[in-house]
């Protein structure tokens, strides 16, 4: 049975509020305004410009202040997230799936299947390798989320990001493998915003690719289409190369 990580500690501890310091700085926003219009009104430009300083100069400093405070929930509320580490049979399932697929387009047989799953897993491994090296965060590997289970996840910033990995020998991406993707990742999100999480969802498609570079071009060009449009998240698609990944990480 899946083991869900302890947060208990974190589901009883509660954001700070920054109302009071809004409200602190309302006040000193519509003095420096009565100030400011009174210098303008008595014509006393050295004051008016003090104050109008002091206007910007707030209002910049509020600004800062919120956007520091919605990263500063953000990274409270991934905690309250839960994670849960994907089932051995839910992640051979998954492999068994991708690599039939595989099999089928390059047409092997029984005897090969095993070489191209050992094949698939490495260049999974290589290619969250080169996620994790690109964000400089660290990634969660075949974790579940709201039940959902995804290949990899990142928190950065505001934007938890949910990870599916894909080995293509053919340039094409299957529209039924992109809705099924969709689902998933629409679920999390509904999940997230049922239970108040400052956090942002985003769907990363990574596509590990061994292809020509005229098969390649005709991939980017497929991608580039409206196959995408309408989705319930921001898509962020990284292709990477097969054959780079190894002479990166595994060839001397």
Not at 16 to 21: D, F, H, K, L, W
Not at 77 to 98: G, S, T, Y
Not at 140 to 145: E, K, N, P, S, T
Request: aromatic share 8%; hydrophobic share 45%.
């Amino acid at each position: 049975m899946a083991k869900q990580m302890d947060n208990s500690f974190v589901q009883f501890s509660r954001r700070s509020s920054v109302t009071p310091q809004l409200f602190l700085s309302a006040v000193v926003l519509i003095c420096l305004l009565g100030g400011l219009v009174y210098s303008l009104s008595m014509q006393q430009w050295p004051t008016a410009a003090v104050f109008a300083v002091g206007v910007v100069g707030l209002i910049a400093y509020s600004w800062f202040s919120i956007d520091q405070y919605k990263r500063l929930v953000a990274a409270h509320d991934q905690n309250r997230i839960d994670w849960e580490a994907a089932l051995p049979e839910v992640q051979r399932q998954n492999l068994k799936l991708e690599v039939f697929e595989l099999s089928k387009v390059l047409d092997l047989e029984t005897g090969q299947v095993s070489d191209l799953q050992s094949a698939y897993i490495v260049a999974e491994d290589l290619a969250l390798r080169q996620i994790q090296q690109e964000e400089n965060v660290p990634l969660l590997r075949h974790v579940g989320i709201a039940d959902v289970p995804f290949d990899a996840v990142f928190v950065k910033d505001d934007v938890l990001n949910c990870c599916e990995v894909s080995f293509l020998v053919a340039p094409d991406l299957r529209q039924d493998k992109i809705d099924a993707m969709m689902r998933k990742v629409k679920r999390v999100k509904d999940r997230i915003e049922t239970v108040d999480v400052a956090l942002k969802v985003r769907m990363m498609l990574i596509l590990i690719t061994q292809l020509s570079r005229e098969d390649d071009d005709r991939l980017r060009s497929v991608l580039n289409t409206r196959r995408f449009s309408g989705t319930p998240v921001d898509i962020d698609i990284r292709l990477l190369d097969f054959e780079a990944l190894q002479r990166i990480y595994v060839t001397d």
